[in-house]
Nanobody
Framework: QVQLVESGGGLVQPGGSLRLSCAAS????????MGWYRQAPGKQRELVAT???????NYADSVKGRFTISRDNTKNTVYLQMKSLKPEDTAVYYC???????????????WGQGTQVTVSS
């Protein structure tokens, strides 16, 4: 009922930048949080950054000052600008969206398919 399309991953050298995008579509009544998580090989999925409809942001300590999350509410799209990338940022990055479906106002949580980010020289 809610589809997420991610883009923007790839291979980048240490110190480089990438921008991820995630667009949500479908039977959406409202969105109250959009965010990004990541999962490195052999590790659990972890929060990277989230942003609520009230503009409250939350970042993992490991990315503070380097990553910036933003939203375009008119397009139901969330972005993750990543700068000063490090090899330890290498992971599959997943978009996450939480909100209410229309017309029944039922809560939903959707995940993107994941996009690979590799930081390597």
């Amino acid at each position: 009922q809610v589809q997420l399309v991610e883009s923007g991953g790839g291979l980048v050298q240490p110190g480089g930048s990438l921008r991820l995008s995630c667009a949500a579509s479908g039977s959406i009544f409202s969105i109250y949080a959009m965010g990004w998580y990541r999962q490195a090989p052999g590790k659990q999925r972890e929060l990277v950054a989230t942003k609520t409809s009230h503009e409250i942001t939350n970042y993992a300590d490991s990315v503070k000052g380097r990553f910036t999350i933003s939203r375009d509410n008119t397009k139901n799209t969330v972005y993750l600008q990543m700068k000063s990338l490090k090899p330890e940022d290498t992971a599959v990055y997943y978009c996450n969206v939480r909100g209410k479906l229309g017309p029944d106002r039922k809560d939903f949580t959707s995940w993107g398919q994941g996009t690979q980010v590799t930081v390597s020289s």
